[in-house]
């Protein structure tokens, strides 16, 4: 009887899938979407924040940021919580990356010129897992209201 039984976990451990592995900017752009969501709207004006994002910062071209976009949204919707992409991001970059990571979710929460209380609840979140700071968490945000007006 426990001879079977051990046969039983054994095979159930080795048949479990393994969690899909993703890649940053994938995982990137789950975050912003995730930010995007948060206040129950997905305003144009945000998704074009992220598309812009995607362009400039991961240097990427319109169909590619397309395609990229329509992942991360399936993956957030998904996604049982914001591990595997925070996982993926601690994993390649430094804390002034990370920082500035921060600063790109500050800039998507802004984008449609209301910051949202739930907006700002999954940054603080977020930057909490990320470890950044509390300080560099606000002088994110202060450089994304500063670039904002500026």
Known sequence: MLNHLKKLLQNATASAPKPLE?????????????VMRSDGKTLESELNKIRNILISRCQLEGEQVETL?????????QAIDLYAFVKQI?????????????????????????????????????????????????GAKIAAQDALQG
């Open 22 to 34: 993703l890649e940053f900017n994938t995982a990137l752009a789950a975050l912003m979407v995730e």
């Open 69 to 77: 976009l329509e992942q991360a949204q399936q993956q957030v919707d």
């Open 90 to 138: 601690n994993r390649q970059t430094s804390d002034v990356e990370r920082i500035e990571i921060i600063e790109l979710l500050w800039h998507v929460a802004f984008a449609d010129g209301h910051l949202d209380s739930h907006e700002d609840h999954i940054i603080r979140k977020i930057s909490g897992l990320l470890y950044v700071a509390h300080v560099d968490f606000i």
